[in-house]
């Protein structure tokens, strides 16, 4: 195989987890990391802080590392390279942290490039999903439908990163021939292989997210805010002079209107158990309900039809605007029962959190990891979710405190740690 993906198991390998009002910020985050397909280890760092100048935490979840360089190892360089400074604001820190890792100090080629070509792996693996082929000849006008599909659908959607297309082409051309050979399991032609970078192209300058991203979420206050402020982005490849980050949400509470500035759960990473605290139902039950209905009114349409039309021009009539009908019936359904569980499941628990004290919403967040730890537990047959709950409270006032923290190390034993880190502070010891 032409690129060989990092030894995880699947995505989203975690739980974490933001609990916040205008008081404070609870951040959480399970211990879990999945290797290969079978062997999980508990004692990954996932939250750390962004040094005692600053009081901000930071959580990652999803890949380890960037270009081969653990994220731990990441942070804490960044911590050490802004020894003192303060920061106005989380997105002032979160600026510079992204321009610290864009920097050459995070830039091998051959990790670059084999971070491009995991994300188009993962691509070419989608497109060869809505294809169906058996046969050259049917492979053949397959794939060239397929990738001009792909290129309107991108064609629409904004351009987040400017990569030099003839720089691209002449760096990657011969590689994503390789991977097309690998994942289509046929050789393309000429054309085809034109087309698949043209599609490779748009796909990396758009901010189409792979499942060898990092999230990297900054949460806290700067030095001017008073209220809580986080910030999720995501980081996923970096070649050719471009860095693939983007903002996926922001919740800034100095901002916020009034009304829109209540308390928050905010998951990532798996945040199925999440929703179902706040919701009341899953997800999965969701999709399922819509689809069972949708099938029961389109059933029932079509015994009504078939019973009383027996023109088979106006049978086609009727049954379009039947399906028209039932689509009417299907979106007020669900819209009016996403109307109750809000007013009588979510708003409870929103102003409850609202008003939460700190150190309930600290118990709030390490359930909340928990429950999703308990739920991996007994339905995978991996515990993707488990080990030590890391927990910290942020606060204006008190800065960022440590409510739960595992040591790989027992600290009574290891006095000359602490001495360590005060000298490099610049303390004398």
């Known amino acids: 195989m032409l690129v060989k993906p990092p030894q995880r198991g699947g995505v989203r390998m975690t739980a974490e987890v933001a609990i916040v009002n205008k008081h404070a910020i609870a951040l959480a985050a399970d211990s879990a990391v999945t290797v290969g397909r079978e062997r999980v280890w508990k004692y990954a760092n996932k939250l750390f802080s962004a040094g005692p100048s600053n ?3 930071i ?3 999803n890949s380890g590392d960037f270009l081969g360089i653990p994220w731990e190892t990441i942070v804490k360089e960044h911590r050490r390279h802004c020894g003192v400074k303060e920061f106005a604001t989380v997105a002032d820190f979160a600026d510079d942290f992204l321009s610290f890792v864009k920097s050459d100090k995070f830039s091998e080629p051959n990790a670059q490039r084999v971070s491009f070509l995991l994300i188009l792996m993962q691509l070419f693996q989608l497109v060869k999903r809505g294809m169906k082929y058996s046969t050259r000849t049917e492979f053949y006008a397959a794939l060239p439908h397929a990738t001009t599909t792909w ?3 991108l064609s629409v959607q904004t351009a987040v990163f400017q990569i030099d297309k003839v720089q691209f082409s002449r760096n990657y051309r011969t590689l994503i021939r390789q991977l097309a050979e690998t994942v289509f399991e046929r050789k393309p032609k000429r054309e085809m292989v034109d087309g698949l970078v043209d599609l490779s192209h748009e796909y990396l300058c758009r901010s189409a997210e792979s499942e060898f991203s990092t999230g990297v979420v900054f949460a806290g206050y700067g030095r001017s805010e008073l209220l809580p402020s986080i ?4 980081f996923d490849g970096k070649d050719l002079n ?14 916020m209107k009034p009304g829109d500035d ?5 998951p990532f990473a798996q945040s199925d158990m999440f929703f179902l605290f706040m919701e009341g139902i899953s997800n999965q039950y969701l999709r399922f309900l819509r689809e069972s209905i949708k099938k029961t009114l389109r059933n029932k349409s079509k015994e009504l039809v078939d019973a009383f039309v027996t023109d088979p021009h106006q049978k086609g009539v009727e049954n379009t605007k039947q399906d028209s009908d039932n689509a009417i019936i299907l979106d007020e359904f669900f819209k009016e029962f996403q109307r109750y569980r809000q007013e009588v499941l979510v708003s409870p628990t929103v102003n409850t959190i609202t008003s939460l004290p700190k150190e309930e919403m600290a118990s709030m967040a390490v359930a909340m990891v928990e429950l999703t730890a308990l739920r991996r537990k007994v339905d995978s047959s991996i515990e993707s979710v488990g080990g030590p709950v890391d927990v910290v409270v942020i606060s204006k006032g008190d800065g960022l405190i440590w409510m739960n923290r595992k040591h790989y190390f027992d ?3 290891n006095a000359d740690f602490i001495i360590r880190k005060e000298i490099g502070r610049g303390a004398t010891p």
């Not at 910030?231 to 995501?234: S, T």
């Open 411 to 413: 600290i009574d034993k």
């Open 262 to 266: 209540g308390g928050r759960v905010i």
């Open 231 to 234: 910030i999720h982005k995501i």
């Open 59 to 61: 959580m990652i979840y």
């Open 151 to 153: 290129i309107t659908e």
């Open 242 to 255: 471009v860095t693939r980050i983007w903002t996926k949400k922001e919740w800034d509470y100095n901002k």
């Open 55 to 57: 009081d901000i935490g």
